[in-house]
């Protein structure tokens, strides 16, 4: 089935600095990937959808400057936190969708701690 | 509004028996319906998909219905394990790509 691997699972990161986390399809090509929020005991918010080769579309509330998210290639997408605040400290989770693939894969999540 | 409406929002069952799990949804056009299994510190698992014209899928010992009518959706886990422990969210695709996602259910399994 398909795959889709997220690293890292977890990080542990200075305030100020910036955070990159990587989303790769294993098995298929995602011409579509997700990126969402979720904080403790609430469910996954979307944060922006992006497709292969465009500029991602973010949620209404989200900051593009500071949530940059690319997906140069049909496999790989990157969301990096920059100038990270404690406020950014959560569990970011991506997944991606084939083109002709009505199936939603998540990877297995990143816990973000800024201290 | 939550469009995706789950109960109960946690359970606490002993090992070997049975619960159901319910999603309401209010989300139209409607084109799928999804039930995943999340385990703590980790990204969701799919269960089952259902599209508007399923009544029922199972997968081992998780069984979804649907009832497109009424805008519901039920899980069953039969004979629970201690695996079992985990949040199960519905959601719910519109025609599109943006999924409705519920607030989850945490089952607990105690032995």
């Known amino acids: 089935g398909a795959v889709v691997s997220q690293h890292p699972s977890r990080v542990i990161c200075k305030s100020g600095t910036s955070v990159k986390i990587e989303c790769r399809s294993l098995d298929f090509q995602a011409t579509t990937m997700f990126w969402y929020r979720q904080f403790p005991k609430q469910s996954l918010m979307l944060m922006a959808t992006?497709?292969?080769?465009?500029?991602?579309?973010?949620e209404q509330g989200v900051e593009k400057d500071k949530f940059l998210i690319n997906h140069a290639s049909l496999t790989l997408s990157t969301l990096t936190v920059t100038s990270a605040h404690p406020e950014d400290s959560s569990f970011y989770i991506c997944?991606?969708?084939?083109?002709?693939?009505?199936?939603?894969?998540f990877g297995s999540g990143t816990r973000l701690t800024v201290v | 509004k939550n469009q995706v409406e789950q109960s109960p929002q946690s359970l606490i069952i002993l090992e070997g028996k049975n619960c159901t799990l319910q999603?309401?949804?209010?989300?139209?056009?409607?084109?799928?319906l999804r039930w995943y299994k999340q385990d703590t510190g980790r990204g969701p698992v799919s269960l089952t998909i259902m599209t508007f014209s399923e009544n029922t899928k199972s997968n081992g010992r998780y069984t979804a219905t649907l009832d497109a009518d009424t805008k519901q959706s039920s899980l069953h886990i039969t004979a629970s394990q201690l695996s079992d422990s985990a949040s199960y969210i519905c959601?719910?695709?519109?025609?599109?790509?943006?999924?409705?996602f519920g607030a989850g259910t945490t089952v607990t399994v105690r032995a």
């Open positions: 959601v719910v695709s519109p025609r599109g790509y943006k999924l409705s």
């Open positions: 997944s991606a969708r084939a083109r002709d693939n009505y199936g939603y894969t």
């Open positions: 992006s497709n292969e080769g465009s500029k991602a579309t973010y």
């Open positions: 999603c309401n949804y209010t989300v139209s056009p409607f084109s799928n």
